[in-house]
């Protein structure tokens, strides 16, 4: 017996507040008949651990910006913003006065809330008044929702004001460590850098789920993956991402195979070799932002295993043939999905590639070995699988089977399938991208590494379908999250999420592309500085707080390009300039300096605090495009007072 008579994370809750039991919770209560006795019962299987995460907090409040009667008596709020969360009503009425609140990502035309993408998920909380003269507040405790709108009836009708609602913004309370702004002749970047940061936080509810509103929200292997290196530039992911690690590892099949979702309540395992390709691939990326070779060998053995199972699977079908479940996920119609097959060859072989520098990285150089010689025969049979046949192109020459062979560097004539895809892209599609969640992430990683981010900005500056413009400024819904589907007012609602991470790659494309930070080696202990300076952007500034301190970069277009790049004490730089201005050298210098006061980027000329350009910066960086060094006082003499280091 209690006041809530029924909870579901996906249906909502119900609370009657005339069954509440005053002082129920405190331990001289002894009013005994109200209760039921407790049943004994067998404790949980498996290892207990104490929680290594943050736990799910309120981390915002927000308030609505509109409410209409779009039917009498019934009552629309919209905040403006699709999130992640649950809501709080202060209302006064009469005793069994029932309050209802529906919750839902989009309205129709009517200006009535659509639920049909939620498919069975009611997203309703219910509140029954007990009658208290000075007011009742409540909000549900054991669920949350995805939403942006709520609509509000009251039966008797309580009518309501803005102020009736306000709700609460809630996922894992990771730090957001990254930050990056853009100037350019539109606006496009920041507001899908916006979504992308809702998007993310919205789903990281102690494990990366897909979405955050229908019947689902599973920790999809695919959506993480994809999303990884985004996700670790905007947030501090580190003990997140290694809870997630451990029940991967515990979801794994004696026989080597990962689930599709972990933890496993949802889809097959074996995986589907892209979806089950989080698994090298997350402690790849983990790796590379933290350093942390303890994990990786916690996981070692099972990656071999996992990589085994790959193996015996193509053993018994063939490269060409590899098993597959999913694919290309979701190209933007009419776009046909590639081949399956090449998707899970891909995935295939980066994990061979993956567990390679992994078993380097834990000292066991044999298998990096073994590995790295296995990768070099399946890349022969990728190409010999899937190029050609009389054409200058993979498969059926759509883009997704043309940058997945770019981005492993396993092509023949790269140049002659570089020109192939950009006439694809500009001619073909006229300047669009036609990939599903797969292609995309690695249509700009290969567009990055061939030089050609003139193209990547152009697909990402896009506002007309398919784009991640298009998703943001449409005239029918304008997102404030990332969507499923490319086309998602028309798609099939029934898998029609208006919050979903899993096309967010290009926010890892952002840092490090037109931001130009890479890490050189694990953990940021060494850096790249390499900004692409294209288009019509006139303007960068992006920041990671990495293990060894802050990193900066600022760049702006003043006649030629001025740069700027911060990095930490004792961290290796190269600093590589062949993609800025037209000569791609470094032509003047204006400042070099290590440990200034403020360490802002723009702030001191020659002559202040230690900006003496020593003999060594000026003939490895003058005349240069690319120079390396070390941020400490063997470079740039003694530093000056203060926290801040700077190269």
Known sequence: AGPITYDGIYNGETYDARLEIDGWNWANYTQSNQWTACKSVAPPGGVLAAQMIPPIRITQVMNPVSITEPEDDVYVYDFGQNFSGFCEISVTGTEGTNVTLKHAEIID?????????????????TYILKGAPGGEVWHPRFTYHGFRYVQYTSSPLITPSLSTIQCFHIHTDVAQTGNIYFQSVSNTLNTIQHNIIWGQNSNLMSVPTDCDQRDERKGWMGDAHLSVEEALHNFDLGAFYTHWLRLIQDDQLPQGSVADTSPWTFGGNPSDPSW????????????????DTYLLNQHYPSLLSYIGFLSDAVKNTGLGNMYYSYGDWVPPPPAPMCSAHLTSAF???????????IGNAVNQTLDSQKFNTMFQTLALDFNYAFFGNGSNYYDTGLQTAQVLPLSLKIVQNNNQLVSYLLNNIVGTEKEHLSTGIIGTKYLLQALNSNYRNDIALLLAENVDYPSWGY??????????????LWDSPTGNPSMDS?????????GGWYYKSLAGITPLLPGFAGVKFAPAVVGGLTYVNASITTLFGNITTEWRKIGGTALCAQAAEGQDVVLDCSTIGASGVITDIKFASFGTPLGQCGRYGVGSCNSNITSYVYTNVFRNSSCTFTANTDTFGEPCYGTFKRA
């Open 276 to 291: 089950g390709a989080a698994y090298p691939g997350v402690l790849y990326w983990m790796y590379m932002f933290y350093g």
């Open 347 to 357: 995935s295939y072989l980066e994990g061979v590639l993956q567990v390679a520098f």
């Open 498 to 506: 208006r919050n979903h991470i899993m096309f967010g790659s290009v």
């Open 109 to 125: 035309s009517d200006g009535m809330i659509y639920t049909e993408n939620l498919r069975s998920a009611r997203a309703t909380d």
């Open 471 to 484: 998703m943001a400024f449409n005239p029918v819904e304008p997102a404030t999250t990332l969507w499923e």
